[in-house]
């Protein structure tokens, strides 16, 4: 047996409260996974083509405000 199906069986076991408890914990726990992907990707410039393509959009006068 996988580790996912592992998992799987044990997160169909949780009471409701106990998976209420994991979906926070999971939801954080994925939140600071993507943030430090984002921060590695930044700091490796995998994300300069796209700020210098939003910027130049934005020199351009090609943007428009975000609704408050």
């Not at 998976?19 to 930044?42: G, N, P």
């Not at 943007?63 to 408050?68: D, E, H, L, S, V």
Request: net charge negative; hydrophobic share 40%; aromatic share 10%.
């Amino acid at each position: 047996m996988s580790s996912v199906e592992i998992a799987e069986e044990t997160i169909q076991r949780l009471s409701p409260q106990e998976l209420v408890e994991f979906s926070r914990w999971f939801d954080e726990y994925r939140a600071t996974k993507w943030d430090a992907q984002i921060a590695r990707d930044a700091e490796a410039g995998k994300l300069d083509a796209l700020a210098e393509e939003a910027l130049t959009e934005y020199r351009a006068g090609r943007c428009t405000k975000f609704p408050a």
